[in-house]
């Protein structure tokens, strides 16, 4: 069965302190891996798709790695306008859905 | 601007009472998908549509049917609501090919059934 995990589901920083989100798949045959920004009551907003293992994608202070097994959201010198739910999905086998992670909540404080 | 629109954007209905939240994206996209997102199950799919007059089951379906005539609209219908279809629901849409390209979600929709 295609899952999505990911880790930490709620992580605090300081501004400028640097992390990681952790995203963990199990799908047969990776045919695209996404990362999300939600805020508060609003819709998802696309951020990455990564396709193959080695594969990294930038935006800004994100920056998405992918291996075979999971994927990393990198968050350089964070600010607080950094601050919100980042969710991860993968295709599923018969290309029609996205199976969600549920998420990271990441809050940054100046 | 491209975009999807949902509305309502905010409804409170009592069970039994059919209604319709509408969905419509101005990118001339082929694919579109209803999701509901709950506390603690993340986003779930609920009915698919790979093009006009196509649509399918997701992994919810129970309680809701879809139609796709048109290729910019695909209305959710919840033929006699119920407490546990309270939910945020959103519409999404991607170019063809299903969901192996980024899909582009509207603002949502909250629903609560009393």
């Known amino acids: ?110 | 601007e491209a975009q999807v629109t949902q509305n309502p954007r905010y409804l409170i209905t009592v069970t039994g009472k059919k209604l319709t939240v509408t969905c419509s994206q101005n990118m001339n996209h082929e694919y579109m998908s209803w999701y509901r997102q709950d506390p603690g199950l993340g986003l779930r799919q609920i009915y698919y549509s790979m093009n006009v007059e196509v649509t399918d089951k997701g992994d919810v379906p129970e309680g809701y049917k879809v139609s796709r005539k048109e290729k910019r609209n695909f209305p959710l219908i919840l033929e006699s609501p119920s407490p546990n279809q309270t939910s945020l629901y959103f519409c999404a849409s991607s170019p063809g090919g299903g969901s192996y390209n980024e899909q582009f979600f509207g603002p949502g929709t909250r629903l609560t059934v009393l």
């Open chain 1, 1 to 110: 069965e295609d899952q999505v995990t990911q880790s930490p589901e709620a992580l605090r920083l300081q501004e400028g302190e640097s992390s990681s989100l952790n995203c963990s798949y199990t799908v047969s045959g990776l045919r695209g891996l996404f990362w999300y920004r939600q805020d508060p009551g609003k819709g998802p907003e696309f951020l990455f798709t990564l396709y193959s293992a080695g594969e990294e994608k930038e935006k800004e202070r994100l920056k998405a790695t992918l291996t075979k097994k999971e994927s990393f959201l990198h968050i350089t010198a964070p600010k607080p306008e950094d601050s919100a739910t980042y969710l991860c999905a993968v295709t599923n086998q018969a290309g029609t859905a996205l199976i969600f992670g549920k998420g990271t909540t990441l809050s940054v404080s100046s």
